[in-house]
């Protein structure tokens, strides 16, 4: 199972392992209170992409199409995640405000 969570919002033990999939770290956030399991910077849209959309929901087609041309540059590390969450829940945790137009979000239907 997969699922995408805040990092803002709090951990619970049905998380399981969490993956943190945005390059910079959440502003405000301690790294011993955000429960993460591991920080995957390189499955995180490029800067310039990040960049470039600005959680403008406007661009959101274009990003989705522009992040998974650069998310079959990480193979590997996509399969590590189906992998995991094979085996448990896996919840790809970011920090945008934005819950329906954010990078986990793709991330995720990617992985389904």
Same mark, same amino acid.
């Given at each position: 199972?997969?699922?995408?969570?805040?990092?803002?919002?709090?951990?619970?033990?049905d998380d399981?392992?969490?993956?943190?999939?945005?390059?910079?770290?959440?502003?405000?956030? $301690?790294?011993?209170?955000? !429960?993460?399991? #591991?920080? +995957?910077?390189?499955? &995180?849209?490029? @800067? /310039?992409?990040?960049?470039?959309?600005?959680?403008?929901?406007?661009?959101?087609?274009?990003?989705?199409?522009?992040?998974?041309?650069?998310?079959?540059?990480?193979?590997?590390?996509?399969d590590d995640? $189906?992998?995991?969450?094979? !085996?448990?829940? #896996?919840? +790809?945790?970011?920090? &945008?405000?934005? @819950? /329906?137009?954010?990078?986990?979000?793709?991330?995720?239907?990617?992985?389904?």
């Amino acid at each position: 199972m997969i699922k995408i969570k805040r990092v803002y919002d709090d951990a619970s033990p049905d998380d399981g392992f969490r993956v943190l999939v945005d390059r910079l770290w959440p502003r405000g956030v $301690k790294k011993e209170n955000a !429960h993460v399991d #591991l920080w +995957l910077k390189d499955v &995180a849209p490029s @800067t /310039e992409l990040r960049e470039w959309f600005g959680h403008d929901p406007d661009k959101w087609a274009e990003f989705r199409r522009r992040y998974d041309a650069e998310l079959k540059d990480h193979r590997g590390e996509l399969d590590d995640l $189906k992998s995991k969450a094979k !085996h448990g829940t #896996l919840t +790809l945790v970011y920090g &945008a405000k934005d @819950t /329906e137009h954010n990078n986990a979000v793709v991330l995720k239907d990617m992985l389904d």
